[in-house]
């Protein structure tokens, strides 16, 4: 098992990409290479970015790692309010595992050493 599968805040963005590509499903076609895309790829960042984070030399570089995917995290949100807005489709599960995802990171960034 790696390191990162060992963290609470990855599992969770693992559960967050299934639901958003649950939700881009219900999205028409023509958002196919649009909005569907661009929040594939923010959330995929999420976990990448934690993941990729664990394999730091130390907590400097590792807390850059997950602030990028803090920043992920926040285009994924903006997507889904387009979404909600754009198609009245709810978000509301999602928008919570956004919540849980956000808090788990920066916990996560307040916890390691040598703040920058």
């Given at each position: 098992?790696y390191?990162f599968?060992k963290?609470?805040?990855?599992n969770?963005?693992?559960?967050?990409v299934?639901?958003?590509y649950?939700?881009i499903?219900?999205?028409p076609?023509e958002?196919?290479?649009?909005?569907?895309d661009q929040?594939?790829r923010s959330?995929?960042?999420?976990?990448l970015?934690?993941?990729e984070?664990?394999g730091?030399l130390?907590?400097?570089e590792f807390?850059?790692?997950?602030r990028?995917a803090?920043?992920?995290?926040?285009?994924?949100?903006?997507?889904?309010?387009?979404?909600?807005?754009?198609y009245?489709?709810?978000?509301d599960?999602?928008?919570r595992?956004?919540?849980?995802?956000?808090?788990?990171?920066n916990a996560?960034?307040?916890?390691?050493k040598?703040?920058h």
């Open positions: 098992m390191r599968e963290l609470r805040v990855y969770d963005a693992m559960l967050l299934k639901a958003i649950k939700l499903s219900q999205l076609k958002e196919k290479f649009g909005l569907s929040l594939r959330v995929i960042s999420i976990v970015n934690i993941a984070g664990t730091s130390g907590d400097i807390k850059s790692f997950l990028n803090l920043k992920s995290l926040y285009e994924t949100v903006a997507g889904l309010k387009l979404v909600k807005m754009l009245m489709i709810e978000i599960e999602e928008m595992s956004c919540e849980i995802v956000g808090k788990e990171l996560l960034i307040k916890s390691l040598n703040s």
